[in-house]
């Protein structure tokens, strides 16, 4: 039976999020979740760029490496075709928004290797994911992606206001808020489950 593409969506943003189900992407999650404004441009960024490199990667898939018999190259195809698309995402970035630009820093040329972007791409592959629904699970794990992260932003914003035990700030309270996160959503799991 096939899965409904409404349904994948609904599921990669919460019962299968890429970032806190499956732990891929926490680089940049961790590290640029400070501020809710840089959080924001991030999240939409690795959203654009998730959504249209599924979208690339599965043509590419489908009507290069798959016809040539040559799919034993996807790894490296899709890594390539990340990068570039990272490339004009950060010309695009840089030149509609230098403020957004210079507050991600590198993180902006980091998301190449989010191994979410990668992830939701092997992902629709290995699920055998038609094009509708490879562009709905790449839509839902970007908006998964882009939840999480205002969500640990916004947390993080309010604990600067409270009083952390030494022992906890930065890092530590990071990791804890994270995996009390990654267990919420897990509770969803009932709901609908996409593999």
């Not at 018999?69 to 390539?80: E, G, K, N, R």
């Not at 699920?127 to 794990?141: E, K, V």
């Not at 890092?171 to 996409?194: C, D, K, Y």
Request: a positive charge; glycine letters at 8%; one cysteine or more.
């Amino acid at each position: 039976m096939e899965i409904n593409a409404f349904v994948i969506f609904f599921a990669a943003i919460f019962t299968s999020n890429i970032l806190l189900t499956n732990f891929l992407g926490m680089c940049s999650f961790l590290s640029v979740s400070r501020e809710v404004e840089s959080s924001f441009g991030l999240g939409v960024a690795v959203f654009f760029v998730i959504v249209c490199t599924t979208a690339i990667n599965y043509a590419v898939y489908h009507l290069i490496l798959v016809p040539l018999d040559i799919i034993y190259l996807q790894y490296i195809v899709f890594i390539i075709v990340i990068a570039a698309f990272v490339q004009l995402t950060e010309l695009f970035v840089e030149r509609f928004s230098p403020v957004l630009y210079y507050t991600l820093g590198i993180f902006l040329p980091l998301i190449t290797v989010n191994c979410a972007i990668f992830g939701v791409s092997l992902f629709m592959v290995i699920r055998n994911y038609s094009f509708l629904q490879s562009i709905a699970y790449g839509a839902g794990a970007g908006l998964g992606w882009l939840l999480a992260i205002l969500s640990l932003a916004g947390l993080r914003q309010k604990l600067k206001l409270q009083r952390v035990p030494a022992g906890l700030r930065g890092a530590g309270i990071t990791l804890i808020i994270t995996g009390i996160m990654s267990l919420a959503f897990i509770g969803f799991s009932g709901i609908a489950v996409i593999q």
